[in-house]
């Protein structure tokens, strides 16, 4: 298969996703980059690199339906808000929520169900030094998430000091990550540096149901 017979996404609302044919793996693959989150029913890989953000892979294990998504939470030092920090931290984390809840949501809503959703994470590494806990708040944050909605954790590799590069096949639960040494540093950087700016004076929208 070509870049020209790449077809459509399986789920509906995922056009604006670049996919390409990965010849490593002989699949289409779906990268995201930071606030994207893609969900599948095909064979397909889903792929990113990740900072200071967290992805979190999730799918129904029994039809093998699933997705990947890329977050981070706003920061709540530099957020323009007019209330006491517990209320920075609470919008915050709805933030989260809104990144956790949309994938979990467009899953369930397209066949999978909760009780069968199983879980892996990545991210949260320290690679700006001048957000020194924003990888932490968001480790902290996707695991307290985890635990209170009673999702079912199989794996996790979170912290440290390096960008890493995931690869996600939903349709097995399979997934490959590899920290990243030596390169490409400044560039993940500069890119959740943006990505924090475009985030932190956008409104959050109201709290998504769960099916």
């Given at each position: 298969m070509d870049q020209s017979q790449i077809t459509k996404p399986s789920i509906r609302g995922f056009?604006?996703?670049?996919?390409?044919?990965?010849h490593d793996h002989g699949i289409v693959a779906?990268?995201?980059?930071?606030?994207?989150?893609?969900v599948t029913a095909e064979n397909e890989m889903i792929t990113t690199v990740l900072g200071s953000c967290i992805s979190a892979c999730v799918r129904d294990k029994e039809i093998g339906l699933g997705g990947m998504n890329h977050f981070m939470l706003p920061d709540t030092?530099?957020?323009k808000m007019q209330q006491g920090s517990n209320a920075l931290i609470g919008n915050a984390n709805r933030y989260g929520n809104f990144a956790m809840e949309h994938l979990i949501n467009t899953i369930?809503?397209?066949?999978?169900k909760r009780k069968n959703l199983e879980v892996k994470v990545f991210?949260?590494?320290?690679?700006?030094p001048t957000?020194?806990?924003?990888?932490?708040?968001?480790?902290?944050?996707?695991?307290?998430?985890?635990d209170q909605?009673?999702?079912?954790?199989l794996s996790k590799d979170l912290g440290d000091i390096y960008p890493r590069k995931v690869i996600y096949f939903p349709q097995t639960g399979k997934v490959g990550m590899k920290k990243i040494q030596d390169l490409h540093h400044d560039a993940i950087a500069q890119r959740e540096?943006?990505?924090?700016?475009?985030?932190?004076?956008?409104?959050?929208?109201?709290d998504v149901e769960l099916f």
């Open positions: 056009e604006h996703v670049a996919r390409y044919m990965d779906a990268k995201i980059l930071p606030g994207e989150y893609y030092n530099k957020m369930l809503s397209n066949g999978g991210g949260g590494g320290k690679i700006i957000l020194s806990d924003v990888g932490e708040r968001n480790i902290e944050f996707v695991m307290e998430y985890i909605e009673g999702l079912l954790l540096r943006q990505y924090l700016t475009n985030i932190k004076d956008l409104p959050i929208e109201g």
